[in-house]
């Protein structure tokens, strides 16, 4: 007779807002094109940011628009040297939620599988996991054309559904008990998807 092999014990979280307090994302921007260009990418698209942050307007384009007007011609080495220096800078200054670290440890401590599924970019994330003692990370991929970054991204935004597809494509086929931590709108999909939902 067969024997039920025990299912994987996976914790999910999401990133800026669940475990980091604030966004990650604009700063890292700024460090590695400039806060001249980072403001001038920002201020052409003003009315469509205001939208945004009404409801009004696609994240996930306007996320597009910053990403090319800011990172498009920059080296891929240089950017990855940006995303070492900037995990260590985000480390350092220590502006994590406690109650989520707490939960991280409490996931380590039960030999858990812990997972970032972020919209964030994986350029830092992946520096950073390593302190947060994170075993994987499922971020956005910036693409290369050469040894440079085109603007784009590879697959798109990890945000929404986009999360729960990428998820489920590094789980494969095993049983898993899921637990998932998300601040957002954008985390929805993730936290309906997990046996032990928590909304931060």
Same mark, same amino acid.
């Given at each position: 007779?067969?024997?039920?092999?025990?299912?994987?014990?996976?914790?999910?979280?999401?990133?800026?807002?669940?475990?980091?307090?604030?966004?990650?994302?604009?700063?890292?921007?700024?460090?590695?094109?400039?806060?001249?260009?980072? /403001? =001038? %990418?920002?201020?052409? &698209?003003?009315?469509?940011?205001?939208?945004?942050?009404?409801?009004? @307007?696609?994240?996930?384009? $306007?996320?597009?628009?910053?990403?090319?007007?800011?990172?498009?011609?920059?080296?891929?080495?240089?950017?990855?040297?940006?995303?070492?220096?900037? /995990? =260590? %800078?985000?480390?350092? &200054?220590?502006?994590?939620?406690?109650?989520?670290?707490?939960?991280? @440890?409490?996931?380590?401590? $039960?030999?858990?599988?812990?997972?970032?599924?972020?919209?964030?970019?994986?350029?830092?994330?992946?520096?950073?996991?390593?302190?947060?003692?994170?075993?994987?990370?499922?971020?956005?991929?910036?693409?290369?054309?050469?040894?440079?970054?085109?603007?784009?991204?590879?697959?798109?935004?990890?945000?929404?559904?986009?999360?729960?597809?990428?998820?489920?494509?590094?789980?494969?086929?095993?049983?898993?008990?899921?637990?998932?931590?998300?601040?957002?709108?954008?985390?929805?999909?993730?936290?309906?998807?997990?046996?032990?939902?928590?909304?931060?």
């Amino acid at each position: 007779m067969s024997v039920a092999s025990e299912p994987r014990r996976v914790a999910a979280f999401d990133f800026d807002g669940t475990i980091s307090r604030r966004d990650t994302l604009v700063p890292f921007l700024a460090r590695v094109a400039g806060r001249p260009r980072l /403001a =001038a %990418a920002a201020a052409r &698209r003003a009315p469509q940011l205001v939208a945004m942050n009404l409801g009004r @307007a696609d994240r996930d384009l $306007e996320k597009e628009h910053l990403l090319r007007r800011t990172l498009v011609g920059a080296r891929a080495d240089r950017v990855s040297e940006v995303g070492e220096t900037y /995990a =260590a %800078a985000l480390w350092n &200054r220590h502006n994590f939620r406690p109650e989520i670290l707490d939960r991280l @440890a409490w996931h380590r401590s $039960e030999h858990h599988e812990i997972v970032i599924v972020s919209a964030s970019l994986e350029v830092y994330l992946e520096p950073l996991a390593p302190h947060l003692g994170v075993d994987h990370v499922i971020a956005c991929q910036l693409e290369t054309a050469g040894h440079h970054l085109t603007g784009e991204l590879l697959g798109g935004n990890v945000r929404g559904a986009e999360k729960t597809k990428r998820l489920r494509a590094w789980l494969g086929d095993a049983t898993v008990e899921l637990w998932a931590y998300g601040d957002s709108s954008g985390d929805n999909e993730l936290l309906a998807m997990a046996d032990h939902p928590t909304r931060v």
